[in-house]
T-cell receptor, first 118, second 115 residues
């Protein structure tokens, strides 16, 4: 069974500084990895995904994530944080179908609250 | 930009009552999901639905739960007899089937409170 760990409940960063939100995963096959963001009273919004190819994936709002197979990590990064980036961030891994066409359900980490301080 | 919508945003119910949570997926999406998030815990998969039938379900999705697509637009989750531990945020999601690599789009959630 696949799993995702987000080791930090909260990350605080000053506006303008680089930010990193950590994620490690465990799957039995090839990982398909996602980052979602949740703003207050909103649903989970897709940020970016890694399926295959380049280890550095670029996504929405200037975010990027680096896939590291040897460390089984998929950390979310942004070179310069904005106050508006403050939100809850979820890392997720997609399942390997049990048979045939699977439903591709997502397994989520518990989320990391990012606070960007002006 | 098309969005997944969910109603109501907050539902309060008494233990033992039935509740129906409603979702309108993105119109050309064909795969639908329900997830839930108990306060302070992970987002957990409940069930997936494709071609008018359940595709997969988790161990959480027991006989008290059911899903339905009663018309061409709505996708509902019914909890037959709610328990205190059903209190959670319930998220609906949909996915375009074209590629298995498509991401899921989530609604804003329904907060269910069971008293």
């Amino acid at each position: 069974a696949q799993s995702v760990a987000q080791p930090e409940d909260q990350v605080n960063v000053a506006e303008g500084n680089p930010l990193t939100v950590k994620c490690t995963y465990s799957v039995s096959g090839n990982p398909y990895l996602f980052w979602y963001v949740q703003y207050p009273n909103r649903g989970l919004q897709f940020l970016l995904k890694y399926i295959t190819g380049d280890n550095l994936v670029k996504g929405s709002y200037g975010f990027e994530a680096e896939f590291n197979k040897s460390q089984t990590s998929f950390h979310l990064k942004k070179p310069s944080a904005l106050v508006s980036d403050s939100a809850l961030y979820f890392c997720a891994v997609r399942d390997i179908p049990k048979s045939g066409a699977g439903s591709y359900q997502l397994t989520f980490g518990k989320g990391t609250k990012l606070s960007v301080i002006p | 930009e098309p969005e997944v919508t969910q109603t109501p945003s907050h539902q309060v119910t008494q233990m033992g009552q039935e509740v129906i949570l409603r979702c309108v997926p993105i119109s050309n999406h064909l795969y639908f999901y329900w997830y839930r998030q108990i306060l302070g815990q992970k987002v957990e998969f409940l069930v997936s639905f494709y071609n008018n039938e359940i595709s997969e379900k988790s161990e959480i999705f027991d006989d008290q739960f059911s899903v339905e697509r009663p018309d061409g637009s709505n996708f509902t989750l019914k909890i037959r007899s709610t328990k205190l531990e059903d209190s959670a945020m319930y998220f609906c999601a949909s996915r375009l089937l074209k590629s298995s690599y498509n991401e899921q789009f989530f609604g804003p959630g329904t907060r269910l409170t069971v008293l």
